[in-house]
Each structure stands twice: as structure tokens, then as C-alpha cells.
């Protein structure tokens, strides 16, 4: 009888992200993945039904991750600036530290993958957000504005700033490095933006 | 997940569209099989079943009954 072994199913998991990202979604076949981890095409049938079904568990399993490292030691009874502030720290060392993760997610937001991913978002951790916000507005910390307003003014700024540093390149082509007074700076005015 | 409780048995097949009818007959009401399903995406048309009491050996005869070449893939 087959059993399934965590290290094996790791390596899967990170051979299966870096040819997706490398290669595309053609790139990433169940024979091909088998290849490059070392392992027998059989053995990936144990963990996945198909590459369909391998393609939404890894969706899981990376945003299971965002999710941990976004509500390291935060409280969504957090004052608005301390909440959001350890929000843009955590954040920050995510996309640092799983870039190619980060890059899965993206593609997988603009492809027909998106819709069966989004249903199995994490429900906790949207409501650990809202309440955050929730508490802040009753506060008088933050304007109330549609939450994709919100978002977008109170993350969008941050992720803007991290995709700059990935690439090594700010907007004139001249190197570009995201580090602390950067996001010092920004976080203030984003702080400013959301006042009541 | 349950699944993990269960043993997963992997083979090599040549099934297409309508070979997947033909079995889905015979699959869908053996009790003793949980869950099944084909990646026809796959060049090897993978038949993927989930059962804790069948032998490879017994999945493989019912397929090939069926007239479809069917066998073990190794781990």
C-alpha cells in the first residue's frame, strides 16, 4: 500500500512551482514534473487526481503560507497604525522569501484556474481583516470607502514598492532597492490617505 | 484528508473518451472502489482509483475485460 511522505510531497510541490513559473502552464505536465523531482509519474497520482486538481492544491498550500506569515503576531484589535504596519512587514517578508510562490499566485489570478482557487480562499482570513478594518473605522482611525477602495490604497502602494525591488529597476530604469526609510515613508502617507 | 486512509492504485491505460464511458459502467457501481477518475490529458491516460480492499490485479482484469489495455504503473 502507497502512503504518502511529506519531504517527497515538498519536493513535488517546489519542482511543480518553479517549472510553472519557467515554463507556463504548458511546461507544467504530469510526466514532465515527475522527471524533474525524481519521482515516478505514479507517485504523483497519489497526492494529485489530475493537473487540474495538483494545480489548486498548490494554490492552497502557497496561500496557506501568505495566510501564516501575513498574521504573524497580529491581533485584528490592533490600533490601525500598529496593525497595519506589522500587515506591511509580514507581507513584504512573504513576497521576499517565496518569490516564486508569489508568481504562481499572479499567473494563477489571470488564468480560468482563478475561480476554482478563489473558492477555497481561506474564509478566516478575510474576516481577520475585515474585523481589523471594522475596529479601526468604529475608532475613528480610518474613512469608511468600499473595501476595494481601501485595498487598494492601503496595500496596493506596498506591493507596487516590492515589485520594483524585485525586478531591481525603479521607473527610469535606474536601480532600485526597497528598504526600510522607503517603506517608512510611504506607510506614512499611505497612514495620512486612509485618516478620517 | 480521508483519502489518505485509502490505498491509491495508479495504471497505465489506453482509454479515450468513450473507453472512459465504457468503464465508468462497470467503476461507478463497484462498492468497493471510493473514488475514480481518468487524466486523459496525460499520454499514459491515467486511471486513478481510490479503494482500501481491491488489488491492482483486480482493476486491471475488469479493464481489460472491458477490451482496454490496462496495467500497474510502479512506484
Given at each position: 500500500?502507497?502512503?504518502?511522505?511529506?519531504?517527497?510531497?515538498?519536493?513535488?510541490?517546489?519542482?511543480?512551482?518553479?517549472?510553472?513559473?519557467?515554463?507556463?502552464?504548458?511546461?507544467?505536465?504530469?510526466?514532465?514534473?515527475?522527471?524533474?523531482?525524481?519521482?515516478?509519474?505514479?507517485?504523483?497520482?497519489?497526492?494529485?487526481?489530475?493537473?487540474?486538481?495538483?494545480?489548486?492544491?498548490?494554490?492552497?498550500?502557497?496561500?496557506?503560507?501568505?495566510?501564516d506569515?501575513?498574521?504573524?503576531?497580529?491581533?485584528?484589535?490592533m490600533?490601525?497604525?500598529?496593525?497595519?504596519?506589522?500587515?506591511?512587514?509580514?507581507?513584504?517578508?512573504?513576497?521576499?522569501?517565496?518569490?516564486?510562490?508569489?508568481?504562481?499566485?499572479?499567473?494563477?489570478?489571470y488564468?480560468?484556474?482563478?475561480?476554482?482557487c478563489?473558492?477555497?480562499?481561506?474564509a478566516?482570513?478575510?474576516?481577520?481583516m475585515?474585523?481589523?478594518?471594522?475596529?479601526?473605522?468604529?475608532?475613528?482611525?480610518?474613512?469608511?470607502?468600499?473595501?476595494?477602495?481601501?485595498?487598494?490604497?492601503?496595500?496596493?502602494?506596498?506591493?507596487?514598492?516590492v515589485?520594483m525591488?524585485?525586478?531591481?529597476?525603479?521607473?527610469?530604469d535606474?536601480?532600485?532597492?526597497?528598504?526600510?526609510?522607503?517603506?517608512?515613508?510611504?506607510?506614512?502617507?499611505?497612514?495620512?490617505?486612509?485618516?478620517? | 484528508?480521508?483519502?489518505?486512509m485509502?490505498?491509491?492504485l495508479?495504471?497505465?491505460?489506453?482509454?479515450?473518451?468513450?473507453?472512459?464511458?465504457?468503464?465508468?459502467?462497470?467503476?461507478?457501481?463497484?462498492?468497493?472502489?471510493?473514488?475514480?477518475?481518468?487524466?486523459?490529458?496525460?499520454?499514459?491516460?491515467?486511471?486513478?482509483?481510490?479503494?482500501?480492499?481491491?488489488?491492482?490485479?483486480?482493476v486491471?482484469?475488469?479493464?481489460?475485460?472491458?477490451?482496454?489495455?490496462?496495467?500497474?504503473?510502479?512506484?
Open positions: 500500500m502507497r502512503t504518502r511522505d511529506e519531504n517527497k510531497e515538498e519536493t513535488i510541490r517546489q519542482k511543480a512551482i518553479e517549472l510553472f513559473v519557467k515554463h507556463g502552464f504548458d511546461g507544467l505536465s504530469m510526466q514532465k514534473l515527475a522527471k524533474e523531482a525524481g519521482v515516478s509519474p505514479a507517485t504523483l497520482y497519489i497526492y494529485y487526481k489530475d493537473r487540474d486538481d495538483m494545480i489548486v492544491q498548490l494554490w492552497v498550500w502557497v496561500m496557506k503560507k501568505m495566510v506569515t501575513t498574521l504573524e503576531g497580529f491581533d485584528p484589535g490600533s490601525f497604525e500598529a496593525g497595519l504596519k506589522l500587515q506591511w512587514q509580514n507581507r513584504a517578508r512573504f513576497c521576499m522569501e517565496y518569490p516564486m510562490e508569489l508568481h504562481f499566485m499572479e499567473q494563477i489570478k488564468s480560468p484556474y482563478h475561480e476554482a478563489s473558492k477555497k480562499m481561506d478566516k482570513f478575510i474576516n481577520t475585515g474585523e481589523f478594518v471594522h475596529n479601526a473605522i468604529r475608532r475613528k482611525e480610518v474613512v469608511k470607502v468600499p473595501v476595494e477602495v481601501y485595498w487598494s490604497v492601503a496595500f496596493a502602494p506596498l506591493y507596487q514598492l515589485k525591488h524585485m525586478s531591481g529597476r525603479g521607473l527610469r535606474e536601480k532600485f532597492v526597497l528598504d526600510e526609510k522607503t517603506i517608512n515613508q510611504t506607510f506614512k502617507l499611505v497612514l495620512k490617505a486612509l485618516k478620517p | 484528508m480521508m483519502e489518505t485509502n490505498a491509491v495508479v495504471f497505465k491505460t489506453n482509454l479515450n473518451p468513450s473507453g472512459v464511458e465504457d468503464i465508468a459502467m462497470l467503476l461507478s457501481k463497484d462498492p468497493r472502489i471510493k473514488k475514480w477518475n481518468v487524466d486523459l490529458e496525460d499520454v499514459d491516460r491515467i486511471l486513478r482509483v481510490v479503494s482500501n480492499t481491491l488489488t491492482p490485479m483486480e486491471q482484469h475488469q479493464i481489460n475485460a472491458a477490451g482496454y489495455l490496462c496495467e500497474e504503473l510502479p512506484d
